[in-house]
């Protein structure tokens, strides 16, 4: 199945192990924008120079400028949900893609 990914930001709550936290994430998406997949790690930027590292930074901020997610423990499996809104996360597909 065809589709796309983008960063986002996820929200993970406190754990009585852990303190709540903020990462940044691969999220993959259908060809309608409805969230397939999560990177289960944060992600960290990379290069083989530091032009190329600089570049993945870059990549990385774009997770800004969309809503925040969490994951919600579903009665089937976990979801990714807008914190604010707490609708399900979605993401607009790209100009251009199609089956």
Request: proline share 4%; aromatic share 12%; net charge negative.
């Amino acid at each position: 199945m065809a589709g796309f990914w983008n960063y986002r930001v996820i929200f993970c709550e406190a754990t009585k192990d852990d303190a709540a936290q903020y990462q940044i994430h691969e999220v993959e998406y259908n060809l309608n924008g409805k969230v397939t997949n999560w990177s289960e790690t944060g992600a960290a930027p990379f290069g083989h120079t530091v032009a190329e590292l600089e570049a993945d930074a870059e990549r990385l901020k774009t997770a800004f400028t969309k809503p925040v997610l969490k994951v919600v423990r579903k009665e089937r499996g976990y979801e990714l949900v807008d914190v604010e809104t707490g609708e399900s996360a979605f993401a607009e597909p790209p100009a251009g893609l199609t089956e």
